[in-house]
């Protein structure tokens, strides 16, 4: 403990610490540097340029309940489908369908421009997700 005390109570130099100097070996004719110039100059490093900025990737949205589903089916004239997934019991005329109607199952966990089969009745038809939105 004394001997923390006693480095603790030293007086500190008074000369300034030189990281480096920038004089070279001055012959004795030559006038004496400034007294800053003998004093280490601080550089820094360059900066790097800043990487360029891209554009997040769009996030993809994939259908489940409560979204509104359209559907283009890809025979006969492409018609088109909208409707919402629900868990109340499905009403098609007014584009509700039950989430575990066939539909409903084929279309949850697909995304935009994916495609899917269809059972309707007895027939099987191919449709795409044209857009999901919630």
């Known amino acids: 403990m004394t001997e923390l ?79 919402k997934i629900v868990k109340e019991p499905s009403q098609p005329e007014r584009g509700i369908v039950n989430q575990s109607a066939p539909l409903a199952k084929g279309v949850i966990d697909t995304e935009e421009g994916e495609e899917i089969e269809s059972l309707l009745g007895r027939l099987i038809r191919k449709a795409g997700v044209e857009r999901i939105s919630r």
């Open 5 to 83: 005390k006693a480095c603790a109570t030293r007086p500190l130099s008074q000369q300034p610490i030189v990281i480096a100097s920038t004089q070279s070996t001055a012959s004795p004719a030559q006038p004496r540097p400034h007294e800053d110039d003998r004093q280490a100059k601080l550089t820094l490093p360059e900066p790097k340029p800043a990487p360029i900025a891209r554009p997040a990737a769009p996030k993809t949205i994939t259908a489940r309940l409560a979204d509104t589903v359209r559907l283009r089916y890809l025979d006969r004239n492409q018609e088109t489908y909208q409707f």
